[in-house]
């Protein structure tokens, strides 16, 4: 009887360890995203072609900041494209930003930009409104910019944006 009864308890045991899945929200202060603003002399950047190593030769040294971390967004909504964050370190207009979900770096803002910016981008902004005091993640701005350069763009960033918006769900971040 005894026997019986240490197994039973082994069982659970293991079935409670087992229990955890994947689709779980993770609990606060585990997010895998992380933000970093590369910024520098990066103003002039402007082409989504360019590469890391292009852009330091050109444009000079390019230093990376913490702008913020998975645990910093509130919520994002898909439809609607606001992100709402409980903080966010300042970022400097014009900065790039990469998005990562662990080590792998998913996809990157190409600029941080409000309504006063005067350069037009046909991928991934991170937009300020000020009217609203929301953030957006907009394919393009404005929004009737280069469409087709636009819509390759989303394309080539699909699968991290997938990646993002995957561990947004496990953390029960999405809207």
């Keep these: 009887m005894m026997k019986k009864m240490y197994v039973f308890i082994l069982c659970l045991i293991v079935f409670a360890g087992c229990s955890q899945t994947d689709n779980e929200p993770i609990t ?11 910024s520098g002399n990066v103003e002039g ?13 050109q ?3 390019i230093s990376a900041r913490l702008a913020f971390t998975g645990d910093d967004i509130e919520w994002f ?25 662990g080590e792998e770096t ?3 803002i190409v600029a ?21 005091n929301a953030y957006f993640l907009n394919d393009n701005w404005p929004d009737y910019w280069d469409p087709e350069g636009t819509r390759r763009n989303a ?3 699909a699968p991290g944006w997938a990646k993002f918006l995957n561990q947004l ?3 029960g971040k999405l809207k």
């Design 28 to 38: 606060e202060g585990k997010s895998l995203i992380t933000a970093v603003t590369r």
């Design 45 to 57: 950047i402007v082409s989504e072609y360019e590469t890391a190593s292009d852009d330091e030769s």
């Design 59 to 61: 444009y000079g040294s």
């Design 77 to 101: 909504n898909p439809r609607t494209r606001e992100i709402r964050f409980r903080k966010i370190n300042s970022i400097p207009v014009y900065a790039r930003i990469e998005m990562k979900v």
């Design 106 to 108: 998913v996809f990157t």
């Design 112 to 132: 941080h930009i409000s309504h006063v910016v005067n350069r037009a981008y046909n991928n991934l902004v991170l937009f300020y409104d000020m009217e609203k």
């Design 155 to 157: 394309e080539k960033r």
């Design 169 to 171: 769900k496990k953390e």
